[in-house]
């Protein structure tokens, strides 16, 4: 059956996690979708499948993300044995027709049919070092098992000399192909009402606080909406405790300028929202902002392409086999 990878060479940042919701927001009105995910620092073991009830204890941020965006409208559940979980996944009602496993390059006991790898446009895999000297955590030979090669992050104007640069330096074979997409941030929202907001036209302060890989885009989204930024940052999905909570207020106190905002990414909220913490930043003006995915010039039609003919080829493939053992 279909099963699309999406997964990176580096530690993260590269942005998996919303170039996987746009590959579920692109299947899922044709196909019936599930994203199966390890679920990184959740306190459940084996296989979870998430619900309205989930909590990142039970799932992990990530996941909990894809279940907070799609609801009901597409499967997303967890397990680290990703055999097991997609085992799991075809004995639910309602058997998905398309899995996309996310952080999957590394994990060789399945090998899907798509394989996409990202990488940052600041920090290509091809000009990083294996760690601890970089943040590479596999080979850079691994590349060679992409189908797709995704540079993300990009600037929204990418010339075609700079294009030509990166591509001579990727060298993907005759057999890859390679995009380039860019973040696009929508509407803020207010937290932890969950309620679509706008940014006013300048901010005197605006304090950022991150528990992600590479926070740089956003600040400098946000360093034209304010005269001051301040940066909190946090390890990549990094757990906010007490102590954390009151810095973030603290902070806040000691900024002594009227029209101030504290900003967060969609990832952070999520981490947040069921925090008992939460409450000691009663009444202060916090928003997070989600991102899409966009793709430059043609490269977002041959990438949807790309993907829906994979998705409907092997769709076929899968009903002939499965009339084929009926008989």
């Known amino acids: 059956m279909p099963v699309i990878g999406v997964g990176n060479l580096a530690l993260g940042g590269t942005g998996k996690t ?28 084996g296989f979870v499948l998430a619900d309205s009830k989930s909590t990142i204890s039970d799932i992990g941020d990530e996941p909990l993300q894809y279940r907070q965006n799609f609801g009901n409208t597409i ?28 952080d999957a390059l590394q994990h060789r006991f399945i090998k899907p049919g798509l394989s996409l790898l990202l990488t940052d446009y600041r920090r290509l895999y091809t000009d990083d070092f294996l760690m601890p000297a970089g943040k590479l955590r596999d080979l850079k030979s691994s590349a060679k098992r992409a189908d797709i090669i995704i540079v993300t992050k990009t600037e929204k104007i990418l010339s075609p000399i700079v294009k030509k640069i990166i591509l001579e330096k990727i060298k993907p074979t005759n057999l890859q192909k390679v995009y ?21 036209k300048l901010y005197s302060t605006i304090i950022l606080f991150t528990g992600v890989a590479n926070p740089y885009p956003l600040k400098d989204h946000l360093r034209y909406r304010c005269r001051e930024l301040i940066t909190l940052d946090f390890p990549d999905h990094h757990n906010y405790t007490k102590r954390d909570i009151l810095l973030i207020k603290k902070t806040w106190e000691e900024q002594f300028t009227k029209h101030k905002l504290i900003v967060t990414t969609e990832k952070d909220a999520m981490r947040l929202i069921n925090s008992p913490y939460l409450r000691l930043l009663k009444n202060l003006p916090i928003v997070y902002l989600s991102i899409q995915v966009k793709f430059h010039g043609q490269d977002g039609k041959n990438f949807n392409r790309q993907i829906i003919d994979y998705v409907r080829e092997n769709q076929r493939n899968s009903s002939i086999s499965s009339v084929k053992d009926k008989r």
Not at 77 to 91: F, I, P, S, W
Not at 193 to 198: A, I, M, P, R
């Open 18 to 45: 919303p170039h996987t919701e746009y590959l579920a927001h692109l299947l899922k009105d044709e196909f019936r979708v599930a994203i199966l995910s390890r679920g990184y620092l959740r306190k459940s073991r």
């Open 75 to 102: 499967v997303v559940a967890v397990d680290r044995n990703r055999c097991r979980g997609v085992r799991e996944l075809l004995k639910i009602k309602n058997t998905p027709e398309a899995i996309i496993l996310d």
């Open 180 to 200: 380039f997409s860019y973040i696009k941030y929508d509407s803020p929202t207010r937290f932890p009402s969950l309620e679509k907001t706008k940014f006013e």
